[in-house]
């Protein structure tokens, strides 16, 4: 087996006995907002993203219905597993498509991919998609708990004036440092630093890990907003 770097992750064995650890499931029902009884993880379960706390590993899932134009709208799960294999789920998701600020970003694709870190104080920042079934736009919430989140809304919103704001624009993932069991936000020259983007990478900097401007000297411009690129 190959030696893994200090900045690596690993080494991985993949657990057979166990897997896929999370499945569809169509009894598990949420009254949405915005559309009434769906069976909000009938279709998929997928993306996750994991942290640890209290000793315990917590899972962010992107769960999908079978429902409406896009056959499916998405939200966020949270399970918890004491040995980070076996996991029991929360019966209802926690980021969700709601009569807030923001459905109208969120609806009716919904809340996709989440990506988390820790901030220095102890609140975990998520980066999640926003898909309005024309754009995707990366966005930010906020928690203490995993339970209980807060919306930010698009995380590119006032960056250069507002001209990113609709660009195309997922998978925000925070350059963060290991401080035992937390992986926690890192700033680098004084300003927090973020990955983000499908096909291609780009960066972004912030102050406060909510909003973010794009690197423009690697980054395409609005003009490629809904072709796919970021």
Request: with cysteine.
């Amino acid at each position: 087996m190959a030696e893994v770097p200090p900045w690596g992750l690993g080494p991985f064995v993949r657990q057979d006995h166990v897997n896929p650890i999370l499945t569809p499931r169509a009894d598990t029902v949420f009254r949405c907002p915005l559309r009434g009884e769906v069976a909000w993880e009938a279709k998929d379960v997928f993306n996750p993203a994991a942290v640890v706390k209290d000793g315990k590993v917590w899972l962010l899932y992107r769960a999908e219905d079978t429902v409406g134009r896009h056959a499916g709208t998405s939200r966020i799960g949270l399970a918890c597993s004491d040995d980070g294999l076996c996991f029991t789920r929360l019966p209802q998701p926690v980021l969700f498509p709601d009569k807030d600020a923001y459905h109208h970003w969120e609806w009716e694709g919904g809340c996709e991919d989440p990506r988390i870190v820790t901030g220095d104080d102890g609140t975990y920042v998520l980066t999640y998609t926003a898909f309005d079934g024309v754009c995707a736009r990366l966005c930010v919430a906020t928690s203490r708990d995993l339970v209980a989140w807060t919306k930010h809304g698009p995380a590119f919103a006032a960056a250069r004036g507002g001209r990113w704001l609709d660009a195309w624009s997922k998978s925000g993932a925070i350059v963060c440092r290991q401080d035992g069991d937390h992986l926690v936000a890192v700033r680098i020259d004084g300003r927090y630093w973020m990955y983000f983007g499908e096909s291609d990478i780009y960066a972004a900097t912030s102050d406060d890990l909510l909003a973010w401007t794009p690197v423009e000297a690697t980054v395409r411009g609005p003009a490629h907003a809904r072709t796919g690129a970021a």
